[in-house]
């Protein structure tokens, strides 16, 4: 993100800001594999693989096995790969808990469609074209979604950090 960020914008990158935020996102993911374990959170063979083939789908892969192949040429072994995916099913089913009910409101998707039209018209003066709010909704709902889960999983990291014993050597 700090990367993106320094690109767009131009500025010098600060390392020490970079190692700060890997550090803290290392101990966030940590802290949520902690918990999902310490939930008796399982994954099944058949999340697993619909896992993989959403993973595949969204990279333009047409497979799981296209995708793993993809992966292990890069050096990761398919048992890494498959371990990887069980602790990302287990955090997901923690979020999704935590997160409770992520459908979003009619308000809310009219909410992020004039956030977006704004900044449309910000980037492009008159001539930005935005879609209609029913063009949009089925993106709309899918981003509102997956905020309302990261703002839950982000409320769930710091409780989990206040209660740990945290400590980062960078």
Known sequence: QAVMQSQMTGQELNQEELKQQIANS??????????????DYSSSEEEVNK?????????????????ISAIEEQGTSEEEIMSQIELQVKIDKLIAEEAGDTEPTEEELQEAYDQISAQQAQMGGEEAEVPSFEEMKPDLKEQVKMQKEGEAAQKLVDQL??????????
């Open 161 to 170: 950090r206040e209660e740990a014993d945290v400590t980062i050597h960078v």
């Open 51 to 67: 896992t993989i083939e959403d993973i595949a789908a969204q990279n333009g892969m047409e497979s799981k096995d296209e995708f």
């Open 26 to 39: 290392m101990v966030g993911t940590e802290l949520l594999i902690q918990e999902a374990e310490n939930r």
